[in-house]
């Protein structure tokens, strides 16, 4: 990987050297079996020069990364066109890259699966984050990731305007029902935590009715996750908890476009939504050769 594609991933806040093994695992794949057969036969001695052009509109994301990939299949000069986070439209050229035929289409597919589906959850999220604009929350994900793409598919939230939750299980505690009936309570789970974990270790509790709102705000909590609870009830949560400082506030639970708003206006401060990540379908893009 070259020094400048680094530079690029570490100010996305991106790992390079697990970024690097992610895309080398995934050209392991089309090349585990040998080179490619076809370009190699029909197109050996050839030079071609290509742009990745968008064929619909939407959030561009995974810029850098498709760079990776063409760095680790290597030949390839490579441009930038246009920057991660920004919106595109058809006949839109985000990346310019000139080479021999077998690296490039050895690259095409590996690359477009990275840009296509991180910029799908990127366009996903900015999508509900344009819905909601102006109630005051804010879109975030959730762990719901594809396993070794949390790191990418958590960028393309950031990319799409949205927060990240946390990135594992050690990075803060989230009390969920299973751990509440472990623990024998809501408030028996809240004390454990704060008994196991480092002072001032950020804590969220799930929280299934007002009942179980009210247990968690006189146990303490500050930061509840509001799961599957109907708008009623989400906006009697809100006003429970507001009669405390410093609450924060998550709606959680098949959250969608055309609900997002409406949760948002309940006077939640965020709305986790699972589907960005496990669910977002790919932005169309495609590897046109261009002349010259």
Sequence with gaps: MTPETRKMLRAAGLDADAVERVVRGALDEDFRYGPDVTSAATAGDVRLSAEV??????????????LAVLD??????????????????????????????????GAERTMLNFLTHLSGIATATRAIADAIAGTGAVVRDTRKTLPGLRQLQKYAVRCGGGENHRMGLGDAALIKDNHVAAAGGVAKAIEAVRAYAPAGFPLEVECDSLDEVREALAAGARFLLLDN???????????????????????SGRIELSTAREVALTGVDYLAVGALTHS?????LGLDFTNG
């Design 53 to 66: 052009v968008a064929r619909e509109n939407g959030v561009l994301a995974g810029v850098p990364v498709a």
């Design 72 to 105: 680790a299949v290597g030949g390839i000069d490579r441009e930038a066109l246009r920057a991660d986070g920004s919106r595109v439209g058809p006949g839109d050229a985000v990346l310019r890259l000139r080479g021999p035929a077998p690296a490039v289409l």
């Design 280 to 284: 977002s379908r790919t932005l169309d």
């Design 229 to 251: 609870m109907s708008l009623d009830v989400m906006r009697a949560a809100v006003a429970e908890a507001r009669r405390y400082s410093g609450v924060r506030l998550e709606a």
